[in-house]
C-alpha cells in the first residue's frame, strides 16, 4: 500500500525555482525520506541517481580527492547506471552525514553546477549538521520532513470523509457521520502513529500485535543510535532521558523535571544530552513563554520547558498503554490521556506552521497547552482529550491578554463560541484551513 505525502508538492515547488540549490530533507530516522525522494524522483524526473554514503566506503573516499562538480560527476556515473544528465537526472545523497566531503561538496554544486538537481538526506542528519563541521553555509536549501500525519492517513483509511473535510467552507458543525467516522479513524492512527511503516500494516489490516512489532522495532533502533552515534559520555543521560518521557508527561504540569531522569540530577549534566535528542529529531522541546509577545522567541523562559515526542504512536509504546484505551472511559487513563492528546495536536502544529509553539503559564492559577503564532497573531490553544471543557486556564489568559481568537481542541464538534474556536481534536491537521475560514 503506498501513503500519499504531502511533502511532494513542496518537492514540487523546489524543483519549479530557478534560484534553486541542493536541497538537504531533515527529519527523525524512518520516516520515510529516502522512499520519498525515491519516490519524488521516479514522478518527476527521467532518471534517478541514487548514492548511499553509508553502504559504500569507497564512495566516500572519492570525495576526498576533488572539489570539482564536473569532476566528482564523471565518478558518480561509475558508481550508477543511471544516466546522469542536467536538468532529467535526480541526484540523491543518501545517508550523507557518513560522508562530510560530500557534505561540502553541496557547496560546490551550487556555485558552479546549478544545472544538477540534488536531494541529500539522512539518518541522524541534523545531528551532524549541529557540529557544523564542513558545513555548506548558505549553499543549500533546508526542508523538515515529519511522520504521517493523520490527513495523510485518513486519504487513504476513509477518502470519502477526508474529501469532506478538504471542502470545508464554513465554520459550522460537521454532520454526525463524519464525527463518528472520523473519531474512529483517528482512534486506529493513535495506535500506529505516523511511523510508515506501523501506519502501512494499520491500513492494510495486519493487526494491532503487528503494528506494535514494527513500533518496537523502531524504538530498539532509537536506542542503538544512542550507542552507535552519540559521544560516549552522554550515552547513559540520552538513554535517561528518553526513558523519562513518559512519566513527565504522566504530571498533571507535564513540566520536565531533570530529578525524574535521576535524582540529583542538574540541568547542565544533561543539556548536551537533550540537544543531541532534539537535533536527531527525536523529540520537541517547548519553551514557556514569560509572556505572549512577537517574536515568541525572545520570551522564552529557558529554564522551563516540556518534552514531547516526535511521534504518538511512539509515546503509546514508550507508555505501554494498551491499545484498548483509546475505546474505554477507564478512570486510570484520565491523566495519560491527556498527555496523548497534547503530543498528537503539538505534532500537527509543528508540521504546519513555521514557528514552533510555547507554553504560557501563569504561576499556579493558570496554563495554556500551546502558544500558537499565526501571521501577526497569538493564539492561546488549550487541548481536551474529550468532551468535557471544565477548567479556567483559557479563560483567564483571554481575560488578562484579549486574543482575538482563541483555540479549544477537544472531541467535540467544529464550533465559534465567541472568541473561542472549537476544533476536534482530528482536525487539527486542518488548523491552518479552518483559521482562512
Known amino acids: 500500500m503506498e501513503i500519499e505525502r504531502d511533502i511532494i508538492s513542496a518537492l514540487a515547488a523546489w524543483k519549479q525555482r530557478s534560484e534553486r540549490k541542493p536541497l538537504i530533507i531533515q527529519g527523525a530516522r524512518q520516516i520515510g525520506k529516502t522512499w520519498i525522494m525515491r519516490k519524488f524522483g521516479e514522478e518527476y524526473f527521467d532518471f534517478v541517481a541514487y548514492f548511499n554514503f553509508d553502504a559504500s566506503e569507497e564512495l566516500c573516499r572519492e570525495f576526498e580527492h576533488t572539489k570539482n562538480p564536473g569532476r566528482l560527476v564523471d565518478i558518480l556515473r561509475l558508481y550508477t547506471e543511471s544516466p546522469i544528465e542536467p536538468g532529467r537526472t535526480l541526484i540523491i545523497f543518501d545517508e550523507i552525514q557518513q560522508c562530510n566531503k560530500a557534505l561540502n561538496s553541496l557547496k560546490y554544486f551550487c556555485e558552479d553546477a546549478p544545472e544538477y538537481y540534488i536531494l541529500a538526506a539522512g539518518s541522524l542528519l541534523g545531528v551532524s549538521l549541529s557540529q557544523g563541521d564542513s558545513f555548506p553555509v548558505g549553499k543549500v536549501e533546508f526542508l523538515n520532513m515529519y511522520p504521517v500525519t493523520f490527513r495523510e492517513f485518513l486519504r487513504v483509511d476513509a477518502p470519502q470523509m477526508y474529501e469532506y473535510l478538504e471542502s470545508l467552507t464554513e465554520i459550522a458543525p460537521l454532520p454526525e457521520i463524519v464525527m463518528g467516522r472520523v473519531g ?82 542538574r ?29 515568541l522567541s525572545a520570551y522564552d523562559d529557558l529554564s522551563a520547558f516540556k518534552i514531547y515526542l516526535c511521534d504518538g504512536g511512539l509515546l503509546r509504546v514508550m507508555a505501554q498503554l494498551p491499545v484498548d484505551v483509546f475505546w474505554s472511559e477507564n478512570t486510570l487513563y484520565a491523566e495519560f490521556k491527556g498527555a496523548m492528546a497534547e503530543n498528537g495536536v503539538l505534532q500537527s502544529l ?61 472531541m467535540n ?25
Open 184 to 265: 474512529e479513524a483517528y482512534r486506529r492512527y493513535q495506535v500506529c502513529g505516523g511511523m510508515p511503516a506501523a501506519v502501512t500494516a494499520m491500513l492494510e489490516k495486519r493487526g494491532v500485535q503487528e503494528v506494535e512489532e514494527i513500533q518496537k522495532s523502531i524504538l530498539t533502533a532509537y536506542a542503538l543510535d544512542f550507542a552507535k552515534h552519540a559521544p560516549g559520555k552522554d550515552i547513559p543521560r540520552i538513554t535517561a532521558i528518553w526513558n523519562s518521557i513518559p512519566s513527565q508527561l504522566a504530571k498533571e504540569n507535564r513540566k520536565f523535571i531533570y530529578k525524574l531522569v535521576k535524582t540529583g540530577a
Open 267 to 295: 540541568a547542565r549534566e544533561y543539556e548536551d544530552a537533550l540537544l543531541w535528542l532534539e537535533h536527531a529529531g527525536m523529540v520537541y522541546r517547548i519553551f514557556c513563554a514569560s509572556k505572549p509577545g512577537l517574536p
Open 350 to 410: 509543528v508540521a504546519h506552521f513555521d514557528v514552533q509553539p510555547r507554553y504560557w503559564t501563569s504561576e499556579a492559577t493558570a496554563e495554556v497547552d500551546f502558544l500558537l503564532q499565526n501571521h501577526m497573531a497569538l493564539l492561546p490553544v488549550e487541548v481536551k482529550s474529550g468532551t468535557r471543557l471544565g477548567g479556567k486556564s483559557l479563560s483567564v489568559y483571554i481575560s488578562r491578554f484579549a486574543p482575538e481568537l482563541a483555540l479549544r481542541y477537544s
Open 413 to 437: 464538534n467544529l464550533k465559534r463560541d465567541g472568541v473561542i474556536l472549537n476544533i476536534p481534536i482530528f482536525l487539527a491537521d486542518w488548523t491552518k484551513k479552518i483559521l482562512e475560514l
